[in-house]
């Protein structure tokens, strides 16, 4: 059985950083397109970030240049490094994948506030 | 941006009746059209991708259709555990994009 489990959120104050993990079991990040969601209290569903099996990736332009999707093969673990967060990023995020977000975590809630 | 607009907001309806929700772009996806059912507290579940193809697992009266800009979930007799919000969700273009929700609640 696939089950993916994201760690690593928290209370953060404006202009602070993160770093989120997703941890799969039964699947390997290195194998698979990987996705970042994320999901604003009470929201829709909105796309953050993708990396492919190649290591290209792709960003939504409301996080480009402040966040970072990576992977440590050796780990079997994907990572969000979010940087110079904003009260807009508070969210659940979710991490995903499969070639069409097959697989996903439970979540992980990253509320920024002062 | 490619925007993804769900009708209606909310669908109010008893179980076992047919539930019809509609996905349009705008601007054409081909089949690069996922659906996927959130309840409550939990994380989004996959329920059909590519338009027409249900995932793993995913009941058989659980339908999609549709290609370009229109697409249609259905689901054939609803059962209680099918109350919830339901998202499409496009693979086509950059950014990804999701439709706005569903909700399917029960009358």
């Known amino acids: 059985e696939v089950q993916l489990v994201e760690s690593g959120g928290g209370l953060i104050q404006p202009g602070g950083s993160l770093r989120l993990s997703c941890a799969p079991s039964g699947f390997t990040v290195s194998g698979n397109f990987m996705n970042w969601f994320r999901q604003a209290p009470g929201k829709g569903l909105e796309w953050v970030s993708v990396i492919y099996n190649d290591g290209s990736t792709h960003y939504a332009d409301s996080v480009r240049g402040r966040f970072t999707v990576s992977r440590d093969n050796s780990k079997n673990t994907l990572y969000l490094h979010v940087n110079n967060l904003r009260a807009e990023d508070t969210a659940v995020y979710y991490c995903?994948?499969?070639?069409?977000?097959?697989?996903w975590g439970q979540g992980t809630l990253v509320t920024v506030s002062s | 941006e490619i925007v993804l607009t769900q009708s209606p907001a909310t669908l109010s309806l008893s179980p076992g009746e047919r539930a019809t929700l509609s996905c349009r772009a705008s601007?054409?996806?081909?089949?690069?059209l996922a659906w996927y059912q959130q309840k409550p507290g939990q994380a989004p579940r996959l329920l059909i991708y590519?338009?027409?193809n249900r995932a793993t697992a995913i009941p058989a009266r659980f339908s999609g259709s549709g290609s370009g800009t229109d697409f249609t979930l259905t689901i054939s007799s609803l059962e209680p555990e099918d109350f919830a919000v339901y998202y499409c969700?496009?693979?086509?273009?950059?950014?990804?994009?999701f439709g706005q929700g569903t909700k399917v609640e029960i009358k």
């Open positions: 601007r054409s996806v081909s089949t690069y």
């Open positions: 969700h496009q693979r086509a273009n950059w950014p990804r994009t």
């Open positions: 995903a994948g499969g070639p069409n977000s097959d697989y």
């Open positions: 590519d338009a027409s």
